[in-house]
């Protein structure tokens, strides 16, 4: 990664880790959400983002529907079998680095919709950062979601697209 | 329920047709499936039903009477007035098939593909008979009582919808067709995450739309079936999410029909209450969303604050803020909290400065007028034809409202009225909901003035729970807490069909009973299912950015629409 | 050379700044390639046809139409800083020049170039 090159280039660690310090305040503090909302979820993660509870106090204020254009993908609802395709599809085509988060019961596990055409937990077909459970989780849990992320990226935990083995 | 144009029908019965008697008081006619179609025309052309509600079937494998296995259900209502007439057909196990009476209501359409795909019954001279909920590689048919809740099945590829678009396209090949082919959804802002259409573009004008829908087909009537009628509550919580109440309401009333069981008085003033606050919810997300998807984004955070502030009062009466769950069979969960009325008082104050912020903004805002003013017209037949209900039916100009037409819990005691739109466009369906959201305060006002006082449950030992002190004191009541707990409530055995005008229209179950306490089968009318057939007659014709300002004004909620 | 120094300064921001984004994000971002990654976005379905080669020319009109008249705001920006060292003789020549464009105007507008349809 380009990272190593410039740590061997400079010979100590003093410029990466300023650099690392940089770049992890960066990601962290301008997390873009990509709502992927299907269902109730998606009407608490609405209110997530309008004044009360404010999701752009923590930098994620510009939901961008595009993959292209996000960082952060935030799966707010039940996710069923003719819907998963997509999801993958959608969480192939982000750039990296890139996080997930799976908002409610439903987006974690699959919640009481144990049959014959909901996927069991999103987990299935992607990597997931953090599970919110709820049903739907309260958007202080969402808030807490995504502080818990930014502490991560502060501390270093790469995201788990990067941590997983192949294609994922 | 008789009318003379009942009566006049009834009188004409011959051998392929006769009534059905029903113990909760519907009206069933059986007919052979040779004589169908006549009935149906006959219905609709000579006595008034214009409006097919619903269709649906009924396997009835684990029935007693289960030769023929399967009883298709046509739901038919006129269009102005309310009285209900199901006609019931039983196809030959041995031929699957019906003949199709999508040339007659343009809601048959999509109906039928939904009883093809989910229990095999195929329909002869369909246009487009193919599966809607679930997806392209689905084998099988999961309503069926033979096949198992538990196995899934994976896609591997979306449909790409291609064969229904060169049916369209009129089998022009697309090297040499001039136009552009664009897939717009599910993973879209204007989409609402659930609801996909390729459309057929020359240039920013729509050709040719072909929708796709069941990117939340989530199995509510198979999961009704596994648990009992009490454990279905949380599943309509599910339906539509933007006012689950209302759901939760429509359901329980249709139990208590079947039960025979009218609430209490306070239970039925406290549901008219957060029946209309339920409304007010959901056309508050509705007016909000539209208005975000033609550019007006200030209005989102002026609405949603007074969402906030109703989840605030929702909150503290039963614990949640979006799936509430709290209406039960028999009356509610429990009664009323102290702050309740401030609360209210609270919304009824500050709404309307909300809305007169948003008049303000947009009412006679020239972009906005441009945007909406004659864009996804439909004129009140056509509507009629395609099953809308509610408030896109009534921004064609057709005062059709159950509350008005089959007052229930009251709602004749009352005064307020029935806001009906002139041209059927984007503009009537959104100015119809910020009408509306006035005259539900209106009555949530009223309401909160006469509430009178009470239990909140009706005293039947059939289900209500006892109060706690006596199931920990005698062993009768610890009975019948077990039983109703454990066993569930036993409606009689038998077919019945209720609803409510939800905020997106009429709302209705048709419930199946087999007499024990685990329902046989619970088949969701969803309003807005129809309301999105006519998506393709709404935007063919317009330009691309006119398909997202109609779209936002039908207020698809996708989990009503794949239930 | 003090006139110069804004206009030197935006032209090296403009320049720099993209630059940044391109070779920076290039050299520090993680990258993992993926077969659907690089295919077109289509809200998550594959495309369902290559796109045309041929465009509707309502596109072209629309862009020429904008492209004239945008020309002609800019031109009016260099007259407004300098037209009263410029006097009557400039205003007259501005006035010219705008009631040639607006004749333009008014005959576009007149045959429906501006009608979408």
């Known amino acids: 990664m380009g990272l190593r090159e410039i740590e061997n280039l400079s010979g100590s660690g003093v410029l990466t880790t300023r650099l690392d310090a940089v770049l992890r305040w960066g990601r962290r503090n301008s997390l873009w959400p990509l709502p992927y909302g299907t269902a109730c979820c998606a009407i608490e993660f609405m209110a997530v983002v309008a004044s009360p509870f404010d999701l752009s106090r923590f930098g994620a204020e510009v939901v961008r529907f595009s993959p292209r254009q996000s960082d952060l993908l935030i799966v707010s609802g039940t996710i069923v079998h003719k819907q998963a395709v997509i999801l993958r599809r959608i969480y192939a085509q982000m750039a990296e680095p890139k996080w997930v988060i799976a908002m409610g019961a439903c987006a974690s596990a699959g919640a009481f919709y144990d049959n014959y055409c909901t996927l069991q937990g999103i987990d299935h077909v992607i990597p997931v950062d953090i599970y919110i459970p709820g049903c739907p989780p309260r958007p202080e849990a969402v808030l807490h979601a995504v502080t818990e992320l930014q502490r991560r990226i502060d501390a270093g935990v790469p995201p788990r697209s990067q941590r997983t083995e192949g294609s994922a | ?563 | 050379m003090n006139g110069y120094a804004p206009l030197i300064l935006v032209v090296a921001l403009a320049l720099i700044t993209p630059a940044m984004l391109l070779v920076v994000s290039n050299f520090l971002g993680a990258r993992r390639t993926e077969r659907t990654k690089g295919e077109p976005y289509e809200c998550g379905i594959p495309q369902p046809a290559p796109p045309r080669r041929a465009i509707p020319v309502k596109y072209y009109l629309v862009a020429v139409l904008f492209l004239l008249f945008d020309v002609e705001a800019v031109f009016l920006y260099p007259w407004a800083v300098v037209y009263r060292r410029l006097g009557l003789f400039g205003f007259v020549e501005m006035a010219v020049f705008l009631a040639m464009l607006v004749a333009g105007l008014v005959y576009v507008w007149k045959r429906g170039a501006l009608e979408w349809d």
């Not at chain 2, 030769?67 to 269009?79: E, H």
Request: hydrophobic share 35%.
């Open chain 2, 1 to 563: 329920m008789s009318s003379p144009s009942l009566d006049r029908f009834r009188s004409r019965l011959a051998g392929a047709v006769r009534e059905e008697p029903n113990p909760f008081g519907d009206t069933v006619f059986r007919v052979e499936p040779s004589g169908l179609r006549d009935v149906l025309r006959s219905l609709r052309d000579e006595h008034g039903f214009d409006l097919l509600l619903d269709v649906t079937a009924v396997d009835r494998l684990e029935l007693p009477d289960s030769k023929p296995r399967f009883d298709v259900v046509y739901i038919l209502r006129p269009s102005v007035g309310s009285e209900r007439v199901r006609v019931q057909c039983r196809p030959p196990d041995e031929d699957l098939a019906l003949e199709t009476v999508s040339d007659l209501w343009k809601s048959a359409n999509w109906a039928e593909r939904e009883v093809y795909d989910q229990y095999g019954v195929r329909f002869r001279n369909h246009p487009n008979l193919k599966r809607i909920l679930n997806h392209k590689d689905f084998v099988g048919h999961p309503l069926r009582k033979d096949y198992d809740i538990k196995k899934q099945q994976w896609l591997s590829e979306p449909d790409d919808l291609m064969d229904e678009m060169r049916k369209l396209r009129g089998g022009a090949e697309e090297e040499e067709s001039e136009s552009v082919l664009l897939n717009i959804g599910p993973s879209h802002p204007a989409m609402h995450g659930a609801l996909r259409a390729l459309v057929d573009l020359e240039g920013e004008t729509v050709r040719h739309t072909v929708p796709e829908i069941g990117y939340l087909h989530r199995g509510f009537e198979k999961s009704a079936e596994k648990g009992t009628y009490t454990h279905v509550i949380p599943f309509t919580d599910r339906l539509n999410y933007c006012s689950s109440v209302m759901n939760n309401i429509g359901y329980c009333r249709t139990i208590e029909k079947m039960l025979g069981i009218e609430p209490t008085a306070r239970a039925q003033t406290i549901r008219v209450v957060l029946l209309e606050l339920g409304r007010i919810m959901d056309h508050l997300v509705c007016v909000a969303a539209n208005l975000v998807d033609v550019g007006a984004l200030t209005n989102y955070w002026y609405l949603f604050n007074e969402r906030e502030r109703i989840y605030d009062v929702i909150e503290a009466l039963c614990g949640a803020r979006l799936t509430h769950c709290y209406v039960r069979i028999g009356g509610l969960a429990h009664d009323l909290h102290a702050g309740f009325e401030e609360g209210v008082e609270g919304i009824l104050r500050e709404l309307p400065k909300a809305l007169g912020d948003v008049e303000r903004l947009v009412a006679r805002n020239r972009i906005f007028l441009d945007r909406v003013v004659g864009v996804g017209a439909i004129s009140a037949e056509e509507a009629i034809s395609h099953g809308f209900t509610g408030p896109c039916l009534r921004a064609c100009g057709v005062p059709n409202d159950l509350r008005k037409d089959e007052p229930y819990y009251g709602y004749d005691g009352y005064d307020w009225n029935v806001i009906v739109g002139t041209r059927g466009d984007a503009y009537d369906r959104i100015w119809v909901r910020m009408e509306e959201m006035r005259e539900s305060m209106r009555i949530v006002a009223q309401a909160m003035k006469k509430m009178p006082g009470g239990p909140v449950n009706v005293d039947d030992k059939r289900v209500s729970l006892p109060p706690k002190t006596e199931v920990y004191g005698n062993i009768e009541a610890l009975m019948n807490h077990f039983m109703i707990i454990m066993e569930g409530i036993k409606p009689p055995a038998g077919e019945c069909y209720g609803s409510i005008e939800a905020a997106n229209g009429e709302l209705g179950f048709f419930v199946v009973s087999d007499g024990t306490g685990k329902p046989y089968k619970v088949k969701v009318r969803p309003p807005c299912f129809y309301v999105f057939s006519a998506f393709p007659r709404l935007t063919e014709g317009g330009m691309i950015q006119d398909m997202i300002a109609t779209l936002g004004s039908l207020n698809i909620i996708a989990g009503e629409l794949d239930r």
